[in-house]
């Protein structure tokens, strides 16, 4: 599974924007494709996960520090997975990362240490 990640950039406070990851390989056989971020200095940190069973999505998750300004979507056939992400903070600059996997729907997905797969990452950075 190859993940590439893109979509991030220089916005304001309170600015949108929208990343992708493009899946290629056997993305079919991991029915779990997440976001995490890492802050300069910090640990990375989970912030968005999707469930399929088969192309039907069945659970999402979120950090509480995005909820309600994020969302995560996917788009099967092009096999890519997409957060929007809405009245974006300074505290949400970070370098992005998307990752997959064949995963349980528990608290584990929101474990770095869970995924074997993950894109380079794409760097968000917000100004106040």
């Known amino acids: 599974v190859q993940l590439q990640a893109s979509g991030g950039g220089l916005v304001q406070a309170g600015g949108s924007l929208r990343l992708s990851c493009a899946a290629s390989?056997?993305?079919?056989?991991?029915?779990?494709m997440a976001w995490f971020r890492q802050a300069p200095g910090k640990e990375r940190e989970f912030v968005s996960a999707?469930?399929?069973?088969?192309?039907?999505?069945?659970?999402?998750d979120y950090a509480d520090s995005v909820k309600g300004r994020f969302t995560i979507s996917s788009d099967t056939a092009k096999n890519t997975l997409y957060l929007q992400m809405n009245s974006l903070k300074p505290e949400d600059t970070a370098v992005h990362y998307c990752a997959a996997d064949r995963l349980i729907w528990t608290s584990t997905i929101t474990n770095v240490r869970a995924y074997d797969y993950w894109g380079q990452g794409t760097r968000v950075t917000v100004s106040s």
């Open positions: 390989g056997r993305i079919s056989s991991r029915n779990v």
């Open positions: 999707i469930r399929w069973s088969g192309s039907n999505i069945v659970s999402v």
